[in-house]
T-cell receptor
C-alpha cells in the first residue's frame, strides 16, 4: 500500500493520559499536514511540515499538543493530559511540493481518539 | 482565511448528473479552487482543482464562473459510491494549508 498510513486507527484513553499518533506519508512527499475533525464538521488545520521543518501551527494547537517530523519522514502528534474535548478524528495528509505549484494532498484514514 | 459557501445537503438519483455549487465571492487572483470529498469513515479524497479554466478529469468536471466568484462540481453520472460530503476549498498559490468548510452532503438515491 503506497498511501498515507496512520496508526493507530482507534484509540480510547482516560482523561489526563498522554497519547501519541503516528503518520507515515507517501514516501516521496515532502509536505505533511495534520488536521482534526469532529463529528459533522469539516477538517480543521492543525499544523504543517515541509521536510522536517514545522512551518505553521494553528491556534487550535494548544501547549498540550506537539508534533514532530524527524528526518522529514514519518510524523508524530502527541497530546498530553488529554481532555474530553480532544475526542476527534485526527487526519494526516501529505503532498509533493514543487515550488508554489498547487498539488493534491493525499489523506490517511485517520486516528479516532475517544477520551473517557 | 478564504471562505466558501455550499449548500448543506443535496440529493440526486443514481445515473443522473449532479451539479454541486460553491460560492467564493472573496476569492483572490492567486486562489486555486479545490474540491475534495469524504466518504463515510474515510479521510478526504482529492477530486479536482482549477484556477480559471474549466477542468475535466476521470472523476468529475469543474466549471468556474468567468468572474471566479463561484464554481460548480459536476458529476456526470452519479453512482451510489458517490454519496459523500463534498468540500469546496480555496487554496492560495504557494501557501500550503487549506481550509475546509462544512461541505455539501450528497445523497444518491437508487
Amino acid at each position: 500500500d503506497t498511501g498515507v498510513s496512520q496508526d493507530p486507527r482507534h484509540k480510547i484513553t482516560k482523561r489526563g493520559q498522554n497519547v501519541t499518533f503516528r503518520c507515515d506519508p507517501i514516501s516521496e512527499h515532502n509536505r505533511l499536514y495534520w488536521y482534526r475533525q469532529t463529528l459533522g464538521q469539516g477538517p480543521e488545520f492543525l499544523t504543517y511540515f515541509q521536510n522536517e521543518a514545522q512551518l505553521e501551527k494553528s491556534r487550535l494547537l494548544s501547549d498540550r499538543f506537539s508534533a514532530e517530523r524527524p528526518k522529514g519522514s514519518f510524523s508524530t502528534l502527541e497530546i498530553q493530559r488529554t481532555e474530553q474535548g480532544d475526542s476527534a478524528m485526527y487526519l494526516c495528509a501529505s503532498s509533493q511540493g514543487r515550488g508554489g505549484v498547487n498539488t493534491e494532498a493525499f489523506f490517511g484514514q485517520g486516528t479516532r481518539l475517544t477520551v473517557v | 482565511d478564504a471562505k466558501t459557501t455550499q449548500p448543506n445537503s443535496m440529493e440526486s438519483n443514481e445515473e443522473e448528473p449532479v451539479h454541486l455549487p460553491c460560492n467564493h465571492s472573496t476569492i483572490s487572483g492567486t486562489d486555486y479552487i479545490h474540491w475534495y470529498r469524504q466518504l463515510p469513515s474515510q479521510g478526504p479524497e482529492y477530486v479536482i482543482h482549477g484556477l480559471t479554466s474549466n477542468v475535466n478529469n476521470r472523476m468529475a468536471s469543474l466549471a468556474i464562473a468567468e468572474d471566479r466568484k463561484s464554481s460548480t462540481l459536476i458529476l456526470h453520472r452519479a453512482t451510489l459510491r458517490d454519496a459523500a460530503v463534498y468540500y469546496c476549498i480555496l487554496r492560495v498559490y504557494n501557501f500550503n494549508k487549506f481550509y475546509f468548510g462544512s461541505g455539501t452532503k450528497l445523497n444518491v438515491k437508487p
